[in-house]
Every structure is written in C-alpha cells, then in structure tokens.
C-alpha cells in the first residue's frame, strides 16, 4: 500500500482555496514540498499544471494570464528566487497581480550546505523587489496565511509569496 | 559554399503588416526594444497589445501565460534574438504545454540593437529554428529573403501550433516609434479591451 505523504492534507487546503479563488493556471518547477499540490492541479479538470524551465518563466506567465483576466500561482522552491529579479520588475511596474508558493531549503534544520546562501536570500530578495513575504511556520497558521496571500494578489493587485518554511514542511534528510 | 546561417536580407520595415494582415484577430505580445517599436509603430498601439520595455526574457512566456487563459483567442509573441536567448528554456515550456493559439514570430538582426548594434549570437552560431524545432515546438519556418514572405504569411495561417517562424532581418535601426512606458495604464487598458470578449 502506498504510504500517504505528510503534506497531503495541507496540499489540499491550498489547492482548495486557490480554486476557490479562481486560480486555474499552475505553473511550477518541482519540488519535494510541492509534489502534492502539483499533482492535485495536474489531475483536478479545474486546473492546469505547467512545467517551466526556470521560475522567471512563470512569473511571465502569470502575469500574461492576468491580462486576459486569468489566474495563476508559481509553485517553486526557494533557491528558484534567484532566478527572479528581473521579471520581478513587471509586476511591480504593472501593478501585476503575482501569487507566489516558496517552499524553503536552507532555513531551518537544513543539512546541504549548497542550500543556504539562497535560502538567506530569500526574503531580502523578494522584499527588494516589492513582494510581501508571508510566512508558515506551524500548521495552524496555515489557514489565515493563505486566504491573506489570495487578498493581497488578487484583491489588492500586489506581487506576495506564500514562504513554507522548514520549520513547517520538515527538513530533507540525507 | 554554403553559408552556415541563412543570410539576412528581409527589411524589418513593414515585415508585421506583411506577416498579418489581419493584427485584430490576434492578441499581441511584444518582447523589449526593437520588436516593441515595430509591433506599436505597426499597430499604431491597438488595445490588442502590450509591449515590454524591461523584463527581458519574458515575451513568450508571457504570450504563453495568455493562451493558455484564453484558449478561445489566437495569441501572437512578436520578439528578438536577444530576448529570446535569454530564457530560451521557454520554448520547452511552449512545447511541452503544446497551447493551439500560440504563434511566436522571432526577428532576428542578429544584433543588440537598443545598446549599440553589439553582435549577437544569431551573427554567430546560434539557429534559432533548430533551438524551437529541438525544444519540439510543433511548427518551424525560417525565412531569410523577401520573396519567402508570402510562404511565411500562410505559415501563420496554416500551420498547427505552436508554432515559431525565424525571420532573419537586415540590421539596422527598428520603427521610430514613442510608446506609451506607463506599464500600469498599459495593463488596464489591454484588460479593458479583452478581459470581457474572453
């Protein structure tokens, strides 16, 4: 019998809000933290999974969509931050709606060293380019992050990653 | 002896209105700098477009972000050498979401017009047909001499998407053209235009 993930039961609660929310665009790269919520958009007929090459990709994307009034999520993992200055500037310059789920390495109990020069710079990244990080740390704060992450993209119009740290998703042991 | 790239003979001036004669069934994309300046020169700016000023790399994924929300709508990614090989993984992505609405038309001067004329890899090596066909985008057309235009306009018409033409320009200045830089009115704009015919 398959062994049911740790993260099945968050996964789903975010991917329910989303569509909840009218997100139906869902591009990603992959990541041990997202693999559930990537499957469940790339399986439910309400949404679409889309594998990018690089994270800028899909905030590029994102934004295209929102141009014809569609709505979309990046799902990637923090050392993707790196890849996304530049495009960045679009969504501050535009007023872009741009929901971002980072799921974190080199935070918190990480053991690869590679990991943690970009995981320091997560957040002063994105900060420096205009995107408000909100961050879980436990599972009950889960919840009111995410309906507050929707608020401020979509209602409010703002570039805003959803951080899931360590602390919450677990390190990866090697 | 064969060259090993096509040669660059097509004027730029003109290419778009040759290209699509009709530019309102389409909704159009513009990547930074030169490909800006003739998609608004030629549009006279239509509501159907929205040109980059910055965010290099992002032009076809952004085109690709728009078909895939508005699948009913056909999509057109005009945009450059330069532009494109910056996020060239993009036409992976393209491939792999496979969107029937997607057409991206690269002009290639082989140069980096808006900083100086500094050449570019597609003055080299670099064959951007072989790169889209190589990702596995569906459709590819190269075209390097003026008589070929008329086979490259039914090749937007015609061909199954995605699908991606190489036009290989003469160097020399783009469209004169100011464009509206304001990225805010840009965006409501084009939403005004097309967010309620979706």
């Known amino acids: 019998m398959k062994a049911i993930s740790p993260r099945a039961a968050w996964s789903r609660l975010i991917f329910d809000k989303l569509i909840h929310a009218g997100v139906t665009l ?10 559930d919520l990537v499957k469940l ?8 999974a889309i594998l990018l090459s690089s994270e800028a990709e899909g905030i590029a994307l994102c934004a295209g969509a929102d141009l014809v009034g569609g709505r979309g999520v990046l799902l990637m993992q923090s050392s993707g931050v790196g890849n996304c200055p530049n495009m960045l500037s679009l969504i501050q310059g535009g007023r872009f709606p741009m929901l971002m789920i980072v799921t974190m390495r080199g ?16 957040i002063p990244i994105l900060e420096a380019m205009g995107v408000q990080c909100i961050l879980v740390e436990r599972e009950n704060e889960l919840e009111q992050s995410v309906d507050a992450a929707l608020s ?13 740290t360590q602390k919450f998703l677990g390190a990866k042991a090697f | 002896m064969m060259e090993y790239l096509p040669k660059r003979e097509i004027d730029r001036h003109g290419l778009l209105a040759h290209l699509f004669p009709k530019p309102d069934d389409y909704l159009l994309l513009a990547g930074l700098a030169g490909a800006a300046k003739d998609a608004a020169a030629w549009t006279k700016e239509t509501d159907n477009l929205l040109t980059l000023g910055g965010a290099m790399g992002g032009a076809i994924s952004m085109g690709l972000g728009m078909a895939l929300a508005a699948p009913g709508r056909k999509v057109a990614v005009i945009t450059g050498d330069g532009e494109l090989l910056m996020n060239a993984g993009a036409l992976a992505t393209v491939a792999s979401a496979a969107p029937q609405n997607l057409t ?33 985008i569906a459709s590819v057309m190269t075209v390097s001499k003026p008589d070929e235009l008329p086979a490259a306009r039914d090749f937007l018409a015609d061909a199954i998407c995605p699908k991606f033409l190489w036009v290989r320009v003469m160097a020399g200045p783009p469209a004169d053209y100011k464009r509206n830089w304001d990225l805010i009115d840009c965006r409501l704009r084009f939403r005004r235009a097309n967010v309620a015919a979706n």
């Open chain 1, 152 to 164: 401020a993209a979509f209602i409010a119009e703002r570039g805003v990653a959803l951080i899931l």
């Open chain 1, 26 to 35: 869902f591009p990603y790269i992959p990541d041990f933290g997202n693999d």
């Open chain 1, 41 to 48: 958009a790339e399986t439910d007929n309400r949404s679409r």
């Open chain 1, 107 to 122: 935070d918190y109990g990480e053991q690869n060293p590679w990991q943690y020069p970009m995981g320091r710079a997560v």
């Open chain 2, 104 to 136: 991206i038309v690269c002009i290639d001067n082989g140069e980096h017009g808006e900083t100086g004329g500094q050449p570019g890899h597609t003055s080299k090596r670099t064959k951007l047909a072989t790169l889209a066909a190589g990702a596995g």
